[in-house]
């Protein structure tokens, strides 16, 4: 099934733009169209309507592997809750399907609005397994260290929660005011 992969989202003289690309092109070359559909609901609608279409096209699998905070925004959703793994399948349960689209696009685009104004403070992630702090992310696997000085500091919650790997045993700390990242001497 094909997807868009989204670079960015612009909105410029009450249009939409979405540069991007399909999933199965190969090589791909991103380019910025203008988005019809989405500048006729942001020119009827309002911001809000087209913010909240954006973030369900995210939430279906229509837009996907983006950096942005519409993207993001998604790592604070409860998806058993709101049936994440099940939207876009036709065979549902009326049981699994508890929540109309309009429900599921009001939580999202809450969802949204709440990411944005998320307090920024500092924060690392912990492994409570080894009693120890990541420092370092690579492709595949992220390096551990056991003094907090030296452990990779995020500007929010919410970006230590993106990275954090999907297992067990690893939480994200506040760090206090008065541990600072010490930068090393040359």
Request: charged share 30%.
């Given at each position: 099934m094909s997807y868009e992969i989204v670079k960015g989202i612009k909105f410029k003289d009450n249009q939409v733009w979405i540069k991007s690309d399909s999933n199965n092109v190969s090589p791909r070359h991103y380019t910025w169209w203008h988005c019809t559909s989405l500048t006729k609901i942001l020119q009827e609608k309002g911001r809000e309507a087209v913010d909240k279409e954006i973030l369900y096209e995210y939430f279906n699998g229509n837009f996907a592997q983006s950096n942005n905070n519409y993207h993001?925004?998604?790592?604070?959703?409860?998806?058993?809750?709101?049936?994440?793994?099940?939207?876009?399948?036709?065979?549902?349960t009326k049981e699994q399907k508890k929540?109309?689209?309009?429900?599921?696009?009001?939580?999202?685009?809450?969802?949204?609005i709440k990411f944005k104004n998320r307090e920024?403070?500092?924060?690392?992630?912990h492994s409570t397994k080894h009693d120890a702090y990541i420092y370092k992310f690579s492709r595949n696997k992220w390096y551990m260290i056991r003094d907090i000085n030296a452990?990779?500091?995020?500007?929010?919650?919410?970006?230590?929660?993106?990275k954090l790997p999907m297992k067990d045993g690893y939480t994200v700390v506040k760090i206090n005011k008065g541990v600072c990242k010490i930068k090393k001497e040359k």
């Open positions: 993001k925004s998604l790592v604070l959703l409860d998806r058993d809750e709101y049936n994440y793994n099940t939207v876009g399948i036709d065979i549902i929540y109309t689209e309009n429900d599921v696009k009001n939580l999202l685009y809450h969802n949204y920024f403070a500092d924060h690392v992630i452990a990779k500091v995020f500007r929010s919650k919410e970006d230590a929660m993106w």
